[in-house]
């Protein structure tokens, strides 16, 4: 078996946790530490040094992959967020449920106020 998860009892080797990085060498038999999805890998250090180049010949043979993938990503939010904001303006009604008006809703700022007679003061 190479695969162990935390918490197993395991015996004399190299244990290695891939996502933490963390590497623990088990004398001669213990418990693995973790949480409960951490997975061990039991690998000797010179199977570590052997997996180095081919995790990079994966890595550069895959960039290209990622970097059309990352543009087309990038212009499809373009084009759904061109899409998607008229039609939310549009479907807006007005009600903003993070603003309260305890005090009542302002009525209109000093200088939309009309004249009681109906003329403009510009108008003579």
């Given amino acids: 078996?190479?695969?162990?998860?935390?918490g197993n009892k395991v015996g004399k080797g190299t244990y290695w946790?891939?996502?933490?990085g963390e590497r623990m060498d088990i004398g001669?038999?213990?418990?693995?530490?973790?949480?409960?999805?951490?997975?061990?890998?039991r690998?000797?250090?010179?199977?570590?040094?052997?997996l180095g180049p081919v995790l990079g010949l994966l890595y550069a043979a895959f960039l290209p992959?990622?970097?059309?993938?990352m543009l087309m990503k990038l212009v499809?939010?373009?084009v759904a967020s061109a899409v998607m904001v008229p039609a939310?303006?549009?479907?807006?009604?007005?009600?903003?449920?993070?603003?309260s008006y305890l005090a009542g809703k302002k009525k209109?700022?000093?200088?939309e106020k009309r004249d009681e007679g109906g003329d403009s003061p510009g108008k003579s």
Avoid: C, D, H
């Fill in 76 to 78: 499809l939010q373009k």
């Fill in 88 to 99: 939310q303006r549009s479907a807006s009604f007005g009600w903003r449920p993070s603003e």
């Fill in 43 to 50: 690998l000797p250090a010179t199977g570590i040094v052997m």
């Fill in 17 to 20: 946790n891939f996502s933490t």
């Fill in 28 to 41: 001669t038999e213990g418990v693995l530490p973790g949480g409960k999805g951490a997975m061990y890998f």
């Fill in 65 to 69: 992959f990622i970097g059309i993938a």
């Fill in 108 to 111: 209109g700022a000093p200088s």
């Fill in 1 to 6: 078996m190479v695969r162990y998860t935390a």
